[in-house]
């Protein structure tokens, strides 16, 4: 039995950085649920076969590469969808890029590459799709942040730095756009194995480290983080903007220490 209240269907849903990872299993969730996805990327052959494999007979998932920091293919893209299905329901800003070494190492070019996919490709992004939602009246933006806006890491400070104005901007956002009917709020995941981390988190000390600091007692898969993103784009967050929803299976609650209870 299915509940309207979290209902996604026939939802013009937009997702960036789909092609694989978060993106993917968020996109292919909503498709799955009777949402019209389309995902972007930078990558067309990626991207393509991400659309193949997520798409349904009754409602196929289109691609559309997109480098979100570059304003034109920014302003390319939403101008596509919008002459496509005539509005944008759902924005999920998922694109995003990291680099692990020390703050000393980075270089301006490494920063910018950073901040402008991270931070300013979403920002525009939103931009543009919002002003969409504004005139509809309605509209839903989902960014994707990180455990970093609550704690950095080592390591990874430009990163950091990027997520930590995406919540800024979110709640800047919900401030300036709810009066006007859409709302914007952060889905944070928690240490989320991926394609991309696998490998490290098959270190086991660093396998131990992050389930002994999970609450839940284990590392999160890109399926966790479904229920959360559907929730915020339906009916049943209507009245929940500018918030950071954390979904780290309880990392944020608390430290653990090697004592034995």
Not at 57 to 82: F, I, M, T
């Amino acid at each position: 039995m299915t509940d309207p209240l979290f209902s996604v269907a026939d939802k013009v849903t937009l997702v960036s950085g789909g092609s694989r990872g978060i993106g993917r299993a968020i996109a292919g969730a909503f498709a799955e649920r009777g949402a019209r996805v389309i995902v972007s990327g930078r990558q067309p052959e990626t991207l393509e076969q991400t659309a193949r494999e997520i798409s349904r007979e009754d409602g196929p998932v289109r691609a559309s590469g997109c480098d979100v920091s570059s304003q034109e293919d920014v302003q390319r893209l939403v101008e596509s969808v919008l002459d496509e299905y005539g509005r944008i329901d759902v924005l999920i800003n998922v694109a995003g890029v990291n680099k692990r070494q020390r703050a000393e190492a980075f270089t301006p070019g490494e920063y910018d590459f950073i901040l402008d996919i991270n931070l300013k490709g979403a920002f525009f992004l939103a931009l543009e799709a919002g002003r969409a939602m504004l005139e509809a009246g309605r509209g839903s933006i989902i960014n994707i942040d990180s455990l970093n806006s609550f704690r950095p890491l080592p390591g990874v400070l430009p990163y950091a730095m990027s997520k930590a104005g995406l919540a800024a901007m979110t709640r800047g956002l919900a401030t300036e756009w709810g009066p006007r009917g859409v709302r914007v709020n952060s889905l944070a995941p928690g240490f989320i194995l991926t394609d991309l981390t696998r490998k490290l988190w098959s270190d086991p000390t660093m396998h131990e480290w992050g389930r002994a600091n999970t609450p839940l007692g284990r590392l999160g898969e890109v399926e966790d983080l479904v229920g959360t993103a559907i929730f915020l784009a339906s009916d049943a967050a209507a009245f929940l903007t500018g918030q950071v929803i954390y979904v780290d299976g309880g990392m944020t609650a608390g430290i653990s220490w090697p004592i034995p209870l």
